[in-house]
């Protein structure tokens, strides 16, 4: 099992929902980054349950211990390790699905392909253990702060209420007042009742976050393998109950003609203050009117805003019967408990933007290896 993110800024994560504890470990951090203990924990709180009406009722403080890798306040340049007690596990509201496979949930293909499975939860199937990601997440965006660059995702469609997919109609801080992390209030406000409304009826309904980064040098990216998008859309599938992903404008491109969704260049010639190649090529700054390209050309940033979509499936656990199977293939019915999500994409935005910082912060250093 595969449980390292990233190629020089690394995560590596370990721990299921209901054991000790989860946690990590970070690597390639660069040296000299301020550790805003604060705001990682912020980025933890973003994510946990218990935090409203519409999450799991699990109540978990998610508190974050850093064990190694900071001194004094800043990154060492070493690993820092960090870990996440669980203190609020209700391990005896799975009893009865020991022997019983969830519909759409992970337990059969787990089980047939390790012969074993922990049935609290979902294990290392849960999605708790997304914790890990929060944190190397926030420590990436830290790194990223000097440079300029900013992440930003919110929730834009729950069931089929959605808000206009162009983000630059909206005040993106927003997102934050309302627990649903929508950044129309009017909409906001639609979602929170059908989420309720789904959650009184024992079901689940899916949504859709998306998520806008600012201030990305030209340059993030590989050409073959290893495309920006494709990196992007690598991490955020690996999220627990990601269905679907799509950047810049989508599959809504396919409706178009080149000649209509082109971004075309506008040269505009300067120098770089500090940059040694400055000195010996010149350089040029293309800004696009528009950015049907989402940020990223040739499977490389290309300096304008990158935006993708998120598409979330409903959880798969429902606090209804559903008919299944038991280990044995025999027809039964699953009647689950427990504390569960109705809709898990106000809790999916701090992940979404902590595993898009990852990738960003590995591609920016990564970068800085392709030329003397």
Request: glycine share 10%; net charge neutral; with cysteine.
């Amino acid at each position: 099992m595969r449980n390292v993110f990233g190629n020089i800024f690394t995560l590596t994560t370990f721990g299921e929902s209901h054991g000790e504890a989860v946690g990590g470990v970070v690597d390639g951090m660069p040296a000299g980054i301020n550790v805003d203990m604060d705001f990682i924990q912020h980025e933890l709180d973003r994510r946990k349950p218990g935090q409203s009406r519409i999450t799991t009722q699990r109540n978990e403080a998610d508190r974050v211990q850093l064990l190694s890798g900071v001194f004094e306040g800043k990154t060492t340049g070493t690993p820092i390790g960090f870990v996440v007690k669980n203190t609020n596990q209700h391990s005896n509201d799975y009893d009865n699905m020991r022997q019983l496979f969830r519909p759409s949930h992970a337990d059969y293909t787990y089980y047939n392909k390790y012969g074993v499975r922990d049935h609290r939860g979902g294990g290392r199937s849960s999605a708790r253990v997304t914790i890990s990601r929060c944190v190397g997440g926030a420590l990436a965006k830290l790194a990223l702060r000097p440079l300029g660059i900013s992440i930003q995702a919110y929730v834009s469609q729950v069931g089929n209420i959605a808000i206009d997919r162009d983000y630059r109609r909206y005040d993106l801080a927003k997102a934050e007042d309302n627990i649903v992390r929508c950044p129309d209030p009017a909409k906001a406000k639609e979602m929170e009742e059908l989420i309720m409304k789904v959650k009184a009826e024992g079901d689940t309904i899916g949504g859709v976050v998306t998520c806008v980064i600012k201030g990305c040098p030209v340059g993030l990216g590989e050409p073959e393998f290893d495309k920006l998008h494709a990196q992007l859309g690598a991490a955020m599938l690996g999220i627990n109950a990601v269905k679907g992903f799509e950047y810049g404008d989508g599959f809504d491109i396919v409706e178009h003609r080149g000649s209509e969704v082109n971004d075309i260049f506008l040269p505009e010639s300067h120098q770089q203050d500090g940059d040694t190649n400055a000195k010996q090529l010149e350089k040029h700054a293309a800004n696009t009117p528009t950015n049907h390209s989402g940020g990223i050309q040739g499977g490389i940033s290309n300096g304008q805003d990158i935006y993708f979509r998120v598409a979330f499936k409903p959880v798969a656990t429902l606090l209804r019967p559903q008919p299944t199977i038991d280990i044995n293939g025999n027809a039964t019915t699953i009647d689950a408990r427990g504390r569960h999500d109705p809709c898990v994409t106000p809790r999916a935005v701090p992940i979404v933007e902590d595993m898009a910082a990852m990738v960003i912060l590995d591609n920016w250093l990564l970068n800085k290896t392709v030329r003397m």
